[in-house]
C-alpha cells in the first residue's frame, strides 16, 4: 500500500496529478478538524497501537501498519516539516512501542511491527543549503525510529515539482546576524511550547531557567505558553530583545504547535533567540537536528541564535520535580540550567549544551520500560498489541 502525508489540499493534488497512485492520502481535510498529539501517551498505556483521540488521525500506526511506502510532502519551514505535515507525523507514535532498543549506540523505541516501510521526502518551496541538509537529518532520525528506509529525499522550486523528484537551485542564505547587532530591549520572554502546557517537564525546566536567572541578577519580564497551534504570538515576545523557547522533541523535531508559533511570531530583528529541550531518549545529542531548524528560523528572519540547552531522559524530570536538586536523578540539571543562564544574561552564545543523567544508561532504559508496563498493567491493556486497520 502506498500512502501520502501531505500539506496539499485534494483540490490541489488533483490539478497537479500528485494524488494518482495512491491508496491513503493524508492531508489538511484531515488536519484541521483534527487535534495535535497533546503528549498524553495513551497511545501505549490505555490503547497501544491506536491513539485515543477520536478524529480523523486516530488511527495513523495502523495505517503505518498496512503501508509499504510512505511520501511525505511538505512546504519547506526552516529545514522541518510544515505545522500540517509535523501534526500528521507526531500522530505517527502509536507505531512504534514505548519499550527501547539499541541502534548505532542511541536509544531508539522498539518496533511495533515487523515490517520496513520504504520512504520518500519532499519539502517544495525556497530552500537554502542549511535547511536542505537539516531535512535531510531529520529524515534520516525518522527512517530510523519508524523503522523505515529512506530511498529518496528531493526539494523542488514548488509543488509542481514534486513529480519530478529534482532538486531546484537552493536559496542563498540570509547573512547571518551577529550577537552584536542584538535588539537593544532588555526584555526577556520564555516560551512554554510544550502541548502539555503548565503540566510539562518543559515548563519545570523553564521555571528552573526563571531561578537561575534570578540568581544572576536578570528578570523573565514575560512568558507565553503555545499549547495549540494559533496560540501564544504575542506583544510580549515581539517587545522582547532575548527569548527563550522551551519544547519537548516530538518525532526527531518541533511539535506541530511549535512550527506554527514560528511561522506567526513578529520577532524584532536582532533578537537573540535560545532554546531549552527535552527528549526521552537518554542521548541528548539527538535534539541537535531541531536546533538547526531554529538556527535556520533565526537566519530567515534576521534574529540571532545563541544556541540552547539539550536535555536527555527527559522522562524523569516530572516524576522527580520534588527532590532536592542534588539528587542522584536531578544533580545533572543544575549545571546545564546554570550555563545556559550565564549566555543568556550575558547575551552570549551558549552553543549546544548537553545535559544526561547521572545514572547509566541501562538503569534509565529499566526504569522507564518498567513505568511503561506498569501503566499498561494498570490500564488492563496489552502493551504488546499490533492492531491493524481494516
Given at each position: 500500500?502506498?500512502?501520502l502525508?501531505?500539506?496539499?489540499?485534494r483540490?490541489?493534488?488533483a490539478?497537479?496529478?500528485?494524488?494518482?497512485?495512491?491508496?491513503?492520502?493524508?492531508?489538511?481535510?484531515?488536519?484541521?478538524?483534527?487535534?495535535?498529539?497533546v503528549?498524553?501517551f495513551g497511545c501505549?498505556?490505555?490503547?497501544p497501537g491506536?491513539?485515543?483521540l477520536r478524529?480523523?488521525?486516530?488511527?495513523l500506526?495502523e495505517?503505518?501498519?498496512r503501508?509499504?511506502?510512505?511520501q511525505v510532502?511538505s512546504r519547506c519551514?526552516?529545514g522541518?516539516y510544515?505545522?500540517?505535515v509535523?501534526a500528521?507525523?507526531?500522530r505517527?507514535?502509536?507505531y512504534v512501542?514505548p519499550?527501547?532498543?539499541m541502534?548505532g549506540?542511541?536509544?531508539?523505541?522498539?518496533?511495533r511491527?515487523?515490517r520496513t516501510?520504504r520512504?520518500?521526502?519532499c519539502?517544495?518551496?525556497?530552500?537554502?543549503?542549511?535547511?536542505?541538509?537539516?531535512?535531510?537529518?531529520i529524515?534520516?532520525?525518522?527512517?530510523?525510529?519508524?523503522g523505515?528506509?529512506?530511498?529518496?529525499?528531493?526539494f523542488?522550486?514548488?509543488?509542481e515539482?514534486?513529480l519530478?523528484?529534482?532538486?531546484?537551485?537552493?536559496a542563498?542564505?540570509?547573512?547571518?546576524v551577529?550577537?552584536?547587532a542584538?535588539?537593544?530591549s532588555?526584555?526577556l520572554?520564555?516560551?512554554?511550547?510544550?502541548?502539555?502546557g503548565e503540566?510539562s517537564?518543559t515548563?519545570?525546566?523553564?521555571?528552573?531557567?526563571?531561578?537561575a536567572l534570578?540568581?544572576?541578577?536578570d528578570?523573565?519580564?514575560?512568558?507565553?505558553?503555545?499549547?495549540?497551534?494559533?496560540?501564544g504570538a504575542?506583544?510580549?515576545v515581539?517587545?522582547a530583545g532575548r527569548?527563550v523557547i522551551?519544547?519537548?522533541l516530538?518525532v526527531?523535531?518541533?511539535?506541530?504547535?511549535?512550527v506554527d508559533?514560528l511561522?506567526r511570531?513578529e520577532?524584532?530583528?536582532?533578537?537573540l533567540?535560545?532554546?531549552?529541550s527535552n527528549?526521552?531518549?537518554?542521548?541528548s545529542e539527538?535534539i541537535?537536528?531541531?536546533?538547526?531548524?531554529l538556527e535556520n528560523?533565526c537566519?530567515?528572519?534576521?534574529?540571532?541564535?545563541?544556541g540552547?540547552?539539550?536535555v536527555?531522559?527527559?522522562?524523569?524530570?516530572?516524576?522527580?520535580?520534588?527532590?532536592?536538586?542534588?539528587s542522584?536523578?536531578?544533580?545533572?540539571l543544575?549545571p546545564g540550567?546554570?550555563?545556559?543562564a550565564?549566555?543568556?544574561v550575558?547575551?552570549e552564545?551558549?552553543?549546544?549544551?548537553?545535559c544526561?543523567?547521572?545514572?547509566p544508561r541501562f538503569?534509565?532504559?529499566?526504569m522507564?520500560?518498567?513505568?511503561w508496563r506498569?501503566l499498561?498493567?494498570?490500564?488492563?491493556?496489552?502493551?504488546?498489541?499490533?492492531p491493524?486497520?481494516?
Amino acid at each position: 500500500m502506498k500512502t501520502l502525508f501531505t500539506d496539499l489540499d485534494r483540490a490541489e493534488l488533483a490539478r497537479l496529478g500528485i494524488d494518482k497512485g495512491f491508496d491513503v492520502i493524508v492531508g489538511p481535510e484531515e488536519v484541521e478538524p483534527s487535534r495535535s498529539c497533546v503528549g498524553c501517551f495513551g497511545c501505549w498505556t490505555k490503547t497501544p497501537g491506536t491513539c485515543v483521540l477520536r478524529d480523523g488521525l486516530q488511527r495513523l500506526g495502523e495505517t503505518l501498519a498496512r503501508t509499504d511506502e510512505l511520501q511525505v510532502v511538505s512546504r519547506c519551514a526552516y529545514g522541518g516539516y510544515s505545522r500540517t505535515v509535523k501534526a500528521i507525523i507526531d500522530r505517527c507514535i502509536p507505531y512504534v512501542h514505548p519499550c527501547f532498543r539499541m541502534l548505532g549506540g542511541e536509544m531508539h523505541h522498539r518496533l511495533r511491527y515487523d515490517r520496513t516501510i520504504r520512504l520518500r521526502v519532499c519539502l517544495y518551496g525556497p530552500s537554502t543549503a542549511a535547511e536542505r541538509e537539516t531535512l535531510s537529518v531529520i529524515a534520516g532520525a525518522n527512517a530510523c525510529n519508524l523503522g523505515m528506509r529512506l530511498e529518496d529525499v528531493w526539494f523542488p522550486a514548488g509543488p509542481e515539482g514534486v513529480l519530478e523528484r529534482e532538486s531546484a537551485p537552493c536559496a542563498s542564505d540570509a547573512p547571518r546576524v551577529r550577537p552584536s547587532a542584538a535588539a537593544a530591549s532588555d526584555g526577556l520572554v520564555l516560551v512554554n511550547a510544550s502541548p502539555k502546557g503548565e503540566r510539562s517537564a518543559t515548563k519545570i525546566l523553564l521555571s528552573e531557567l526563571s531561578d537561575a536567572l534570578l540568581e544572576k541578577g536578570d528578570t523573565v519580564t514575560g512568558t507565553v505558553s503555545c499549547p495549540r497551534p494559533g496560540m501564544g504570538a504575542g506583544d510580549e515576545v515581539a517587545r522582547a530583545g532575548r527569548v527563550v523557547i522551551g519544547y519537548p522533541l516530538y518525532v526527531d523535531a518541533l511539535p506541530s504547535n511549535l512550527v506554527d508559533w514560528l511561522d506567526r511570531a513578529e520577532l524584532e530583528p536582532g533578537t537573540l533567540v535560545y532554546a531549552l529541550s527535552n527528549l526521552g531518549f537518554y542521548e541528548s545529542e539527538q535534539i541537535a537536528p531541531s536546533f538547526s531548524v531554529l538556527e535556520n528560523f533565526c537566519a530567515a528572519r534576521g534574529l540571532v541564535w545563541g544556541g540552547g540547552l539539550m536535555v536527555g531522559a527527559g522522562g524523569m524530570i516530572v516524576p522527580t520535580s520534588d527532590r532536592p536538586a542534588g539528587s542522584l536523578f536531578r544533580r545533572h540539571l543544575a549545571p546545564g540550567i546554570g550555563r545556559l543562564a550565564t549566555a543568556v544574561v550575558s547575551r552570549e552564545d551558549a552553543g549546544c549544551i548537553a545535559c544526561e543523567p547521572v545514572i547509566p544508561r541501562f538503569a534509565y532504559r529499566l526504569m522507564a520500560e518498567r513505568r511503561w508496563r506498569s501503566l499498561c498493567a494498570r490500564s488492563g491493556a496489552d502493551i504488546d498489541a499490533r492492531p491493524t486497520a481494516e
